[in-house]
């Protein structure tokens, strides 16, 4: 697990900035930074001590989104679209197929700390249903082959 060190948090801020207003880009930042996809409560605490703030504040913004998240995830995680376009285009379902392929559940990690799965609504990509995103990259009009080739890729990226 790699752990984000207190100068990186500290240089993060430095470069966005102490307005509440960078709160979500900050805290977003040290997620990219930490290598398990999550902001801990140690690098909450320094944030919000940097810039004024209630921890509620801080916990308040990291709970909220999605895409935030406070306890350790993969080095991947794979967003699963749930809005009708992508659920309604397949006879089985995506998440079905992730689930069986990685042997985990929604809201899971794989033991290798490779992969987390989990729902987001609407990617923007209704016209490539269904479609995932994993880190940064959308892929659409999956199927089963397509889903397995994806994952066979990112586990042969490793870390």
């Given at each position: 697990?790699?752990?984000?060190?207190?100068?990186?948090?500290?240089?993060?801020?430095?470069?966005?900035?102490?307005?509440?207003?960078?709160?979500?880009?900050?805290?977003?930042?040290?997620?990219?930074?930490?290598?398990?996809?999550?902001?801990?409560?140690?690098?909450?605490?320094?944030?919000?001590?940097?810039?004024?703030?209630?921890?509620?504040?801080?916990?308040?913004?990291?709970?909220?989104?999605?895409?935030?998240?406070?306890?350790?995830?993969?080095?991947?995680?794979?967003?699963?679209?749930?809005?009708?376009?992508?659920?309604?285009?397949?006879?089985?379902t995506v998440a079905e197929i992730l689930e069986a392929e990685l042997g985990i559940k929604?809201?899971?990690?794989?033991?290798?700390?490779?992969?987390?799965?989990?729902?987001?609504?609407?990617?923007?990509?209704?016209?490539?249903?269904?479609?995932?995103?994993?880190?940064?990259?959308?892929?659409?009009?999956?199927?089963?082959?397509?889903?397995?080739?994806?994952?066979?890729?990112?586990?042969?990226?490793?870390?």
């Amino acid at each position: 697990m790699v752990v984000i060190q207190k100068e990186e948090v500290l240089a993060i801020i430095k470069q966005r900035g102490k307005a509440r207003e960078q709160l979500l880009s900050i805290l977003l930042e040290i997620q990219k930074a930490s290598g398990n996809n999550y902001v801990g409560s140690g690098e909450a605490k320094l944030v919000a001590e940097e810039l004024g703030l209630p921890l509620s504040k801080v916990y308040e913004v990291l709970t909220f989104y999605e895409m935030l998240a406070s306890e350790p995830r993969g080095h991947y995680v794979i967003e699963i679209c749930k809005s009708p376009p992508c659920q309604v285009v397949q006879e089985i379902t995506v998440a079905e197929i992730l689930e069986a392929e990685l042997g985990i559940k929604m809201g899971e990690t794989t033991e290798d700390q490779l992969f987390t799965l989990q729902y987001t609504y609407c990617l923007g990509a209704c016209d490539q249903a269904p479609a995932i995103k994993i880190g940064d990259k959308i892929y659409g009009h999956l199927t089963r082959e397509k889903i397995v080739n994806l994952i066979k890729q990112y586990r042969g990226e490793g870390r």
